[in-house]
């Protein structure tokens, strides 16, 4: 291998570990810590996904603290699909397990896939996009 195949293995390890957070992030939320949860959002996130939490903070705290649920979650697998080093872009693929509890209701599993967009602000990559794939 030479120096820069080295060097673009490191910043496609990097920006999949700091993308897999940010989507244990977005995935990740408490009704009894909202506030909390949104900060963590709107730090992991970038471009037009941070103005759009920024802009429907009050809203989304408004429904998970209706909804007295709490989501935990983690990356049962994921990988980066398309990096583009020099734009400081890429795209990640990744399967969650979000596990929701709903005061006074057992915990219920569910997995989903998601598709991000990360963009590199500074010396951290954040979400810019965040979908669900389809499975099937």
């Not at 037009?48 to 649920?69: C, H, M, N």
């Not at 979650?73 to 994921?78: C, G, H, K, N, Q």
């Not at 929701?100 to 810019?128: C, F, H, M």
Request: charged share 30%.
């Amino acid at each position: 291998m030479n120096n820069s195949s080295v060097a673009y293995a490191e910043t496609r390890d990097e920006a999949l570990q700091q993308g897999k957070e940010a989507i244990v992030s977005f995935n990740t939320l408490d009704h009894k810590d909202v506030d909390r949860g949104l900060q963590r959002w709107e730090e992991a996130s970038t471009g037009p996904l941070r103005d759009e939490v920024k802009q429907g903070r009050k809203d989304y705290a408004t429904r998970i603290q209706q909804a007295k649920s709490t989501t935990t979650a983690r990356v049962l697998d994921a990988g980066i699909v398309e990096l583009d080093e020099n734009a400081g872009k890429a795209r990640m693929i990744a399967v969650m397990q979000v596990t929701v509890t709903v005061e006074g209701q057992p915990p219920a599993n569910k997995q989903d896939r998601y598709q991000a967009e990360l963009t590199r602000e500074g010396d951290v990559w954040k979400i810019s996009g965040l979908g669900t794939v389809p499975v099937g």
